[in-house]
């Protein structure tokens, strides 16, 4: 059975900093790449970041580059991102995706798993 668990998230002041982990158990992990999306309320699940299996690529969203990091530990089956400088647009549900290629996927239909997500509030 495939399971992402995310944890990490809760409430943060603008200008803070979370990271984000997501534990993946059930596949072969670093076949995977992996990413980070986004949902916030009325709106559709948007791209963050993703990672190739091995770590040597990323890729981010424009609005997201130069504050957040997307990083791995293939030993612990483990991606994680690391958010600085968070805004009140930040705001939304967080979740983990795998996508079985050795691109880069930005677009959501490329993942066939998917965590549960895990909330993110920044505060004014």
């Known amino acids: 059975q495939v399971q992402l668990v995310e944890s990490g998230g809760g409430l943060v002041q603008a200008g803070g900093s979370l990271r984000l982990s997501c534990a993946a158990s059930?596949?072969?992990?670093?076949?995977?790449?992996m990413g980070w999306f986004r949902q916030a309320p009325g709106k559709e699940r948007e791209f963050v970041a993703a990672i190739s299996r091995i770590g040597d690529t990323r890729d981010y969203a424009d609005s997201v580059k130069g504050r957040f990091t997307i990083s791995r530990e293939n030993v612990r089956n483990t991606v994680l991102l690391q958010m600085n400088s968070l805004k009140p647009e930040d705001t939304a549900v967080y979740y983990c995706?795998?996508?079985?290629?050795?691109?880069?996927?930005?677009?959501?239909?490329?993942?066939?798993?998917w965590g549960q997500g895990t909330q993110v509030t920044v505060s004014t």
């Open positions: 059930g596949i072969m992990f670093s076949t995977y790449a």
């Open positions: 995706a795998a996508a079985r290629t050795g691109l880069v996927p930005t677009h959501r239909d490329r993942y066939v798993y």
